[in-house]
């Protein structure tokens, strides 16, 4: 009996292997897709300001105020234009072309020669953009509170902050956004790849009548899902090497923990990854629908839900709810730790358990829900 | 003529309309998704944990670790022993920060003398921990000049006035939302003309189409259609959605918006259709979707800045109608965007909806013949 069941296996993989080497999409969604992808987000995907462009309205022209903006045009942080008129900014601030305002006010070097009167600057940024406008906030302010000191150091007076701050950032010292970005990124290019492959094939199998066919053969239904389900899951265990491989080459990543680690990861997400492909293909069964879905609950919640960019704790509660059940999520959380910081299993383990559930969840259900029935 | 295509457009809505699961998908997904995705897709940060080891035996610190009770930003506060069960908690990103005071840090305070807090942060986030930081600056800062009040020490005066243009509070809901409505109208536009040909192909179906009367440029127009009406419905509902349910202020003028979306959609119908001519089955359409969808969203500056890109990935954005459409949408909803501005985006779009309407035309002549 059991040597019958692992020959039909063998002739279901082999089938399967033959089709996805029939027509190439299927290999370029394994192995082209994928690559592309990991250029496109290892290149396009960066929270690191490179020159903030912003305009100085100079309503004071007084020595102090050269210094001040000299110390801005200096700045590698700047690209700065300067004016008298701030009339001439608003339209570049509306349109995009600058990033940000700077006012230095009429009765600046005025202010600043009195006895107990501080010079005020203000800063205007472009809300229409949050995150651009929350540096600019900082980067302005930091550079003024610098010029304010060092002009305190030359004019003898006290400078300190009394309870100042000295930050040490762990695993990024150098705070490249890539470094957690593409780590990412393999999180969701695995997940489009794999979720979208299994649900389109088994799809077209229901779309073109040959899943009956497979259904009158006396193998029984597990064993047609796990023929499906083999031959994708060695392609993308393959690419997923291939990517982390890639990634640290091409980007200069540095990868902190073991490989057996690295492989029981990708395993039990790409199990979780090709369940949930299963399972579309499964109330789906048309390609059409089935590509729909994947792209709705694959690739755009493993984008903006899984953690890899915008981040989990500053969602909602119910949200918060909804992003355990992606496995993206977990792998993301997994793969950061696994580049940056190295083997630690109080944080590996029970990701990876929940990667597990799901799968296990997402496969029971699609082989409650494809007993041998036409309907 | 007219009412053949007529009588196409209609077969091509009813195709659509008749599987009652690509149904759902057409309403209710992109409807899900505003929902879900505007209320996750943020930069913003809240409730992150943060730990403290405190050494110091005075009352500062204590005074000091209140503050950040108050925030909306902090969550939890742990009181940590040593740097062992700091990296711990840091490594199994149970916190996003540490910070710790030393012995004397009351006592110096108390006389005057700079105190320092050392934060330990998690850069595998890097951007969160950059925010984190600020905040905690930002909380010191207050701190010290209420300490200084209270002791009547000398202060550095705080000598900034901030204004965010456009959006007081900076809140990041009102970036996404505009933004997302060009992606969701990408993504179902795409869909749906992207699979049409390849579908009637796959099922044999086109055949059928080619044998009739009808002329090869009146099927691209009755599959054109349909994707349009779906697009610029979705437009239509999700626009006052944005105004009431978030609201989101809208300070332009809709039909601007609207032009908008429809020149967008051309764009994004045309690349549909180049795809769909070019692919023989499903599959391959599906992918060539895929491989349009997310470079379009990388480089559209909703996910990241395009100011960040390295300058020759900043020049292929110019090639992407979404970086356009999210520009306009995002102006007119916010920032009242002049005529000339919307123009200048507008007509890049419009020509890319050229190139791509008569390359698929001329492609899908050449594949007939």
Redesign the interface.
Known sequence: MKAVVIKRLKGLIIKETFQIFRDPSSLMIAFLLPTMLLFLYGFGLSLDIQKLKIGIVMEDTGVEVQSLVKSYTNSKYFDVKTSTDRHVFKKQLTSGEINGIIVIPQDFSKSLKKENDTPKIQIITDGSDPNTANFVQNYATGAWSNWQSQKAVTDKQKTQQLISSRPRFWFNPELESRRFLVPGSLGIILSISGTLLTSLVIAREWERGTMEALMSTPVSIFEILAGKIVPYFILGMISAYVLVFVSILLFDLPFKASFLMLSLTCCVFLFSALGLGLFISSIAKNQFVAAQISLFVGLLPAFLLSGFLFEIASMPKPMQIITMLIPARHFVSNMQTLFLTGDVPALLFPNIFKMFLIGLFLFLITAKKTVKRLD | MFSKIITLIIKELQSLWR?K??RG?LII?PLV?LF??S???????????IAVINNDRGSISQD?IEKFRGSNTF?KIYYLKNYNEAA?Y????KV?AV?SFQQNFSRK?LK?E??????????????????V??Y??RI??G??SE??DKFN?????N??????????N???I??TVPGLLGILIL?LAL?ITG?SIA?ERELGTFDQLLVSPIQPFEILIGKTVPGLIAGMAEAIIMIPLAVLIFKIPFTGSFWLLILSVFVFLLSVIGIGLFISSIAK????A??G???F???S???SGF???I????VW?QHLTLLNPLRYFI?IS??IF??D??FD?VM?NLIPMFLISIVTLTGAAAFFRRRLE
């Open positions: 599987d699961k690509s998908i997904m998704q879900v995705f209320l996750a897709a943020t930069l913003e940060v809240k409730n992150v944990n000091l969550q711990d840091i490594n199994t990103q996003i910070m305070v005057g700079p105190a320092e807090v050392q934060v330990i942060l998690d850069g595998r986030k890097s951007n969160t921990s950059q925010i930081y600020g905690i600056n010191l800062d701190f010290n300490t200084a020490m000398s202060k550095i005066e000598s900034v006035i901030t204004r965010t243009w456009f959006n007081p900076n809140e990041y009102w970036f993504t869909v699979l579908r089955t499903q599959q391959q599906i992918l979707s895929f491989m969808t997310s470079p969203i990388v480089l996910a990241t800045p100011e960040n890109m390295p990935l520009t995002k102006g916010l920032k965007l002049p501005v200048a």
